[in-house]
């Protein structure tokens, strides 16, 4: 059995693994590349495989960099079984969709403003491209063996988000483990990732693996934040992503006003995404901690926001009020006219609840640019800057050690992906000292190993 690692290596970006065992091929998940322009062009280079040749995909969850690059293998000729976890089938087929509606509207923004380089600006995928992809999702339930004909699949939840799940294959005689993005232990929303089952090899993840987060609550911490703003009679801006980010603010934010910490003012969520991930998170609440009863209780702490005139309208008004729009990163999305609107007054908050990526407008404001491009032009941001990183979805490098050496016995290899070259060394330093595993950092360039 081998593995060629074809994203997410070096990086914490674009995830897509290439199993080869026998004559089976089997591509573990097929993320975009995010962050930095020199990994979003890897997006459009050809394909080092042949998508015909492939007998099946296993995603991990739904975000868009383990998910995202699904669309173009689909339009490339791949007709396969895309096999999921349930909440994962309900999660993809909208955020696939979004990513194509995005792109088509940031290409036609290109053209009608004339800032592109290229003649005649095309997106990635389309929202067709996107919809094509729903009819090949195949779910399946977790802790269920699956055979794929040569091999075999077991999901086990790794936290994270809604339906996220490591990936066990067994084929070859051998047994590989992929960890996916695992979850922290005591998320609010999502419940622990279990341990790893008995493997021979172990993929796994090391996103924070030189970090660990910080200890204060996420109540807390959001009351001093909202205390700051409403002082000053501000705007609380939140990127947040669609699944998962948006979901556990909501909640925080029900807290922190269940508790009399912070006056209530109005909150908005302005993400038809995010609202139809809400949907699904009340549907699918056995993957959660929360009843029915709690997350519908936390969820109406906000009024929806799904048109574009209401959207707008929300540039008009003034503080007090917080305001939820994706996307994470600042990457899109409806959150990049908000901040036009109100990033230039200093009585205003961005509020970053989640990892930056190199080369995204987040990031570029967490390092202190006083100004950020958007839709052609530079919107000077005189408002305050902060973070919540207690909200991380990643376990951090406590969190990855405790669950890499649960393991009922030690594997023989463990290589370490999605993560930053720093991250991935100090991962797997503390590995090898404290659990005598032989460890690599994955590289870069679709190099294949030989799992023996």
Known sequence: MNVSFLGAAGTVT????????????????????QGLKTLRLRNREPLPFDPHGLD?????????????????????????????????????????????????EDTRWARKKGFSRHKEPAPLYTE???????????????????????????YSLAGHILGAASVL????????????????????????????????WVVMESTYGDREHPTIHPVDALTLIMRRTLRRGGILMVPAFSVGRAQLMLYVLSRVFASGAAPRVPVYLNSPMAIDVTGIYLRHDTFHRRTHEECASAFSVAEYVRSVEESKALNQRRGPMVILAGAGMLTGGRILHHITAFAPDPRNTLLLTGYQAQGTRGADLLAGKPHVKIHGRSVPVRAEVTTMDGLSAHADHSELLDWAGSSPRPPRRVYLVHGEPRASDALRRDMESRFGYTVHAALDGGRTYALD
């Open 56 to 104: 099946a995909v296993i995603l991990t969850h739904a975000h868009l960099d383990h998910s995202g690059f699904l669309p173009v293998l689909v339009k490339e000729g791949y007709s396969g079984p895309i096999y999921c976890t349930e909440p994962t089938a309900d999660l993809a087929p909208i955020l696939l969709s979004d990513s194509g509606h995005l792109q088509e």
């Open 169 to 200: 294959l067994d084929a070859d005689g051998g047994r590989v483990l992929f960890s996916g993005d695992l979850g922290r232990p005591a998320d609010l929303l999502i419940p622990a990732p279990e341990p790893p089952p008995e493997a021979d």
């Open 128 to 154: 067709e491209d996107a919809r094509a992809v729903t009819p090949l999702l195949r779910p399946v339930p977790v802790g269920e063996t699956v055979d794929l004909g040569g091999a075999t699949l077991t």
């Open 14 to 33: 674009g995830s897509r693994h290439l199993v080869t065992a026998g004559t089976k091929r089997i591509l573990v998940d097929c993320g975009l590349f």
